[in-house]
Structures are given as structure tokens and as C-alpha cells.
């Protein structure tokens, strides 16, 4: 296939058919959530209707059950580029955080040094503001607020050697869209002995994760921003696990991947995760010729056509979102908040509207079945130092692999009547 072709993506997400007072629904709301291709929602009915068990059984139902699990590391494996006993999983990104700064907090002391950024969700903030408690130093990365990019040369100075014990950041930004060079900061913490921990939550949908190559100790994501249901991964390298002791069970399995999964695991949102990493796959494979450039050689397999297919996802949105912030830029009264033009950036684009808060013009955007997000989106700090937390934040369009062209030409047009609405 020489073209993305958007119709069949769209024809294998049954919720693309809602409507809202007649109006096709836009969906676009993809950084708080993805819709669901029907191979996820089959294979999460599939597993409760056929194999649902606990594991470790001598069972039938028992044994698949066991079966689905390993599939679903090795699943996340090829998603994320490391290795099926290097994927863990639990409730959700934010769970999964606390219990990996409940590990690495044991290894802290007044006077250690922490440095997190003010461009994250607080779900890369709030597990590590907390050892303040204790007296360890928690320093924050500013951002550039005009560029909404993170100030490097701070971030260079703050990392000390010897002192700072952990370096967390996200992938990127999911209010604002900003990609960060997480490798540069997983090199940063790396030459200053500290564990580096990514928050890859936005960017798993926009693009491809090699952890290798970021260099990263942990790196975190939610399937239900890629097309899955509500489960939570995360990559710890195989070395850091080693090194930790995660909160377990004296009964739990002491061997990675299994000594950082506490408790019965989600087993239907393990099929759905899978499945949803199948998808992907499906996409890279039928999109192949679209990407082939940039394939490495080295690639193989599912993990092969799992790159491919983020990739066509970026190659399709890209263009759209440069269009559409084009577009909103043209409209009086609004304002884009982002990255400049040609930086690392999602298709993630998030403006004001004058004479409307955020809310107001999601709530009559919402009418119009143009499901965008307002606030702050737990991006909470970014917000605030914008200077936007008092006018509710900002209006977030986000893009995702089933979006059109005429999705985003009908919410230009409703912006428009929103600004001329305006005297
Ligand atoms: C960038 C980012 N990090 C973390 C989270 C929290 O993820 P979870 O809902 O899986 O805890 C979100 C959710 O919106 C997010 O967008």
C-alpha cells in the first residue's frame, strides 16, 4: 500500500459509528484515551468467555491462561523494544510509578537529590515530590515557556553526580505535544550514577519506543492511550531490577517480570493489550512500502511491523496537525501553545480561545460531536506557569491513526463560528 488508507483503520473501530444529535462523532480526544479496534474487544470477550482463570493452575483454562501472559510480554516486548522479562504490568501508569518510587525511595536519604521537570503530568512528579517529606532535594527542570521545550542547559547543571539518584521526565508532553530527547537525559542520569525514569504515556501513540536506544533504566505507558484497555506497562531494564527491592509478597514470584506485578493481574486487559500491539502490527504490515526508509535492518518480526506501524501513524498525522495549527493560527482570537514549527512534536495541538474558556469551548465543541479535552490535563505545573490555570487551561485536539482530514476541517469551522461569536 503506497497510501494510508484511513478507511480501513476506521473500519475496524466499531465506536467510529457514534453519532451525536445526528452528527458523526470526532473523536479527539486520543491523549486521554484511544477508541477500540474490534480485535481488542474480542480478545478481551474471548478470554472471559473461554480461558478465565487465575494462573498456575494444572487446568485447561489455567494453563491458557498462563500462556496469554507470557503472549502478553512478549507482546509488550516488541512494543517497546526490550525484552519480555523487562515488561511488567499493573493498574496503570500512575500505580506502576508509586511502586517503582516506593523501590527506588528505599535507596534515598536527606541531602539525595531527585530532578523532575515542570513540562510532566504529575504522574512523573507527585511519586518523586514526595521524598521531600524525608529531606531529600527535589529539583525541577523549567521549561522555556515561550517554546514549551524543557531549558537544557538547567537540566544539564541540575543532574550532579553523586548527589542526584533519580532523573524523571516524559517522553512527551501531553498537554502541549513537546517530544523530549529522552536519551539525552537517560545519558544525563547514566553519567551521574541515578536511575532515569520515562513517562511514555503521550508518546506511545505518536510514535515508535526502542528503550534500548533511549538507554533509559524504567519507561512507563498505558495501553488505553494506544488502542487497548485499562493496563499499565512498564519497562524496567533487566540490570535496575536486579539492583531493587519492588514491594512483594513473600509468596510473589522473585524473578522479573513478575516480581513488580503485585496481586491477580488484569488478565482480559492483557488480552486486550496483546491484541491492541496486533493491531499495530496489522497497521506497519499493510503500510509497509510507506516506511520501508526508515526501517532499520535489524528489525524483525512483530517487532518489525509494530515500528512500521507507529510510523505510518506519524507519517499520516503529521500533516494533518501542521494543517490544522495552520488553520487555528489563521483564526482571530486564537492562540497556539506548543513547540515551534519543525521541533520534535506529537500531533497533539492545544490552543485558547479568546472570550472562552477552555471549558466553555470544549462544552460547545462537544455539541457539535467534536470531543476535544480542556484543563490541564494533570500537566498541572505547565499550566499554572503559562499563566492559563485561571482561564481553565487549554482546548486539546488530539490526533490519533482513525482521524481525517474532514474531522479536522469540521472543528476549524467550529472555531471560527466560536471567535465570530465573540464582539
Ligand atoms: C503523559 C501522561 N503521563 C501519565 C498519565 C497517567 O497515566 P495512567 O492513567 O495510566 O495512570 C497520563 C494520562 O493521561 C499522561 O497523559
Not at 383 to 411: C, F, K, N, S, W
Request: hydrophobic share 45%; proline share 4%.
Amino acid at each position: 500500500m503506497t497510501h494510508y488508507d484511513v478507511a480501513y483503520v476506521r473500519s475496524q473501530f466499531p465506536a467510529l459509528k457514534r453519532t451525536i444529535d445526528g452528527l458523526p462523532v470526532a473523536y479527539l480526544d486520543g491523549p486521554g484515551g484511544t477508541q477500540t479496534p474490534q480485535r481488542v474487544l474480542d480478545a478481551v470477550r474471548e478470554y472471559l468467555v473461554d480461558h478465565n482463570a487465575n494462573y498456575g493452575g494444572r487446568f485447561a483454562t489455567s494453563e491458557e491462561t498462563d500462556a496469554m501472559v507470557a503472549e502478553a510480554h512478549k507482546a509488550g516486548a516488541d512494543f517497546l523494544g526490550g525484552d519480555p522479562a523487562e515488561v511488567s504490568f499493573g493498574a496503570n501508569m500512575t500505580t506502576l510509578t508509586y511502586f517503582l518510587a516506593e523501590a527506588l525511595g528505599r535507596g534515598l536519604h536527606a541531602g539525595d537529590e531527585v530532578v523532575i521537570t515542570a513540562l510532566d503530568h504529575e504522574a512523573n512528579r507527585s511519586p518523586w515530590l514526595r521524598f521531600a517529606e524525608r529531606g531529600v532535594v527535589v529539583r525541577e527542570v523549567p521549561v522555556d515557556l515561550a517554546t514549551c521545550t524543557l531549558d537544557w542547559s538547567a537540566f544539564e547543571t541540575l543532574v550532579r553526580p553523586g548527589r542526584t539518584k533519580v532523573v524523571a521526565l516524559g517522553y512527551a508532553s501531553n498537554a502541549v505535544g513537546t517530544v523530549n530527547d529522552v536519551a539525552r537525559a537517560a545519558g544525563l542520569a547514566r553519567s551521574a550514577g541515578a536511575w532515569s525514569v520515562v513517562d511514555a504515556v503521550h508518546y506511545a501513540l505518536h510514535g515508535p519506543i526502542d528503550v534500548r536506544a533511549v538507554g533509559c533504566d524504567f519507561l512507563l505507558c498505558s495501553a488505553y492511550k494506544f488502542f487497548g484497555p485499562h493496563v499499565g506497562l512498564m519497562y524496567a531494564r533487566r540490570e535496575a531490577t536486579a539492583q531493587v527491592e519492588p514491594l512483594r509478597l513473600a509468596t510473589q514470584h522473585a524473578e522479573p517480570p513478575y516480581v513488580w506485578e503485585t496481586g491477580t493481574l488484569n488478565f482480559e486487559g492483557l488480552a486486550g493489550t496483546t491484541a491492541a500491539i496486533d493491531f499495530i502490527a496489522d497497521l506497519g504490515e499493510r503500510h509497509a512500502a510507506l516506511v520501508e526508509d526508515r526501517l532499520s535492518a535489524g528489525l524483525k518480526g512483530r517487532r518489525r511491523a509494530v515500528v512500521a506501524g507507529m510510523l505510518a501513524g506519524e507519517v499520516y498525522e503529521q500533516p494533518l496537525a501542521k494543517g490544522l495549527r495552520e488553520q487555528l493560527a489563521a483564526i482571530r482570537g486564537v492562540t497556539l501553545h506548543g513547540p515551534p514549527e519543525g521541533s520534535p512534536r506529537t500531533s497533539t495541538v492545544s490552543f485558547t480561545l479568546d472570550g472562552f474558556t477552555a471549558g466553555e469551548a470544549a462544552r460547545a465543541l462537544g455539541v457539535r460531536g467534536l470531543f476535544v479535552w480542556d484543563g490541564d490535563f494533570y500537566a498541572a505545573r505547565l499550566v499554572e506557569l503559562l499563566g492559563l490555570a485561571e482561564h481553565g487551561g487549554l482546548i486539546r485536539v488530539g490526533l490519533a491513526p482513525y482521524t481525517t482530514q474532514d474531522e479536522l476541517e469540521r472543528l476549524v469551522a467550529a472555531v471560527r463560528d466560536l471567535s465570530r461569536s465573540v464582539r
